[in-house]
Nanobody, 116 residues
Framework: QVQLVQSGGGLVQPGGSLRLSCAASGGAFSLYVMGWYRQAPGNQREMVAR???????TYGDSVKGRFTISRDNDKNTVYLQMNSLEFDDTAVYYC??????????WGQGTQVTVSS
C-alpha cells in the first residue's frame, strides 16, 4: 500500500501561481510514475501532468507552458508548479502514483480555485 499526502492549493487570482506537493510513502519512489489529475464539477477527471521516472514528462494541452511537474526522489515528493492560472483551472487536483507491481494510488485531493 502506498499513501499519498497532498498539500498546497487554495484560492488565487487569475494570473497568479500556486504549488502543489504530494508526499509518497514507500522505499522505491524513484520508480513510481507520478501524476497530477484534476476534476471540475460536472467534468471527467483529466490528466494534467505525468512524470515517468525516467526523465520524461507529459502535460495536458490546456496547461502546457504554464504548469511544471517535478519530483524530489530524496524527499519522496512530487510537485506541480502552476503559473498564469486561469478561471478554467479551478478544480480538485489529485496526485497519483503508479507503482510497479502494485498498481495505482490516489491522493486525497486538494481544491484549487481561481477567482477574482
Amino acid at each position: 500500500q502506498v499513501q499519498l499526502v497532498q498539500s498546497g492549493g487554495g484560492l488565487v487570482q487569475p494570473g497568479g501561481s500556486l504549488r502543489l506537493s504530494c508526499a509518497a510513502s514507500g522505499g522505491a519512489f524513484s520508480l513510481y510514475v507520478m501524476g497530477w489529475y484534476r476534476q471540475a464539477p460536472g467534468n471527467q477527471r483529466e490528466m494534467v501532468a505525468r512524470d515517468f521516472a525516467d526523465g520524461r514528462t507529459t502535460y495536458g494541452d490546456s496547461v502546457k507552458g504554464r504548469f511544471t511537474i517535478s519530483r524530489d526522489n530524496d524527499k519522496n515528493t512530487v510537485y506541480l508548479q502552476m503559473n498564469s492560472l486561469e478561471f478554467d483551472d479551478t478544480a480538485v487536483y489529485y496526485c497519483s502514483a503508479v507503482v510497479p507491481g502494485f498498481g495505482g494510488f490516489w491522493g486525497q485531493g486538494t481544491q484549487v480555485t481561481v477567482s477574482s
